[in-house]
């Protein structure tokens, strides 16, 4: 599949440029513009390259740990579930754990369950 680069970037630079900076916490849910990104980095999808991440730490007012969701029902142990996010069964992306600016974050969808976060968190962890 060809990705378009030019239009993320145009796209990237209107976030810039024009975001602001999100009040965010830990365990929220918001949908997140992620971009076109190289290789097997996790895109956002559709026009405007967003996709549904867990804030799984707020490092600054600028910036947070989050981590991609993911509706593919595959099992495996870097893919834990995290139950149902907007209407669909979801998993967490722990391999793509990255740190985002705040601007990226584009609306709160909603927060995670304490236990179903703790076992994300725990997960992310052993991965470190």
């Given at each position: ?56 730490k707020g490092l600054s007012k ?67």
């Amino acid at each position: 599949m060809e990705k378009d680069f030019d239009q993320w970037n145009k796209q990237k630079k209107q976030i810039h440029a024009d975001g602001e900076n999100k009040l965010y916490h830990t365990r929220e849910v918001w949908w997140c513009a992620l971009g076109a990104n190289i290789g097997f980095e996790q895109d956002g999808y559709g026009d405007a390259h967003r996709r549904p991440v867990i804030i799984l730490k707020g490092l600054s007012k600028q910036t947070c740990f989050i981590i991609p969701l993911t509706t593919a029902a595959n099992d495996h142990p870097l893919r834990p579930s995290v139950g149902r996010i907007a209407g669909k069964e979801a998993r967490a992306l722990l391999s793509q754990i990255r740190v985002v600016d705040s601007r990226r974050l584009v609306r709160k969808i909603g927060y995670l369950q304490q236990d179903i976060f703790e076992r994300i968190r725990k997960a992310a962890k052993e991965l470190l």
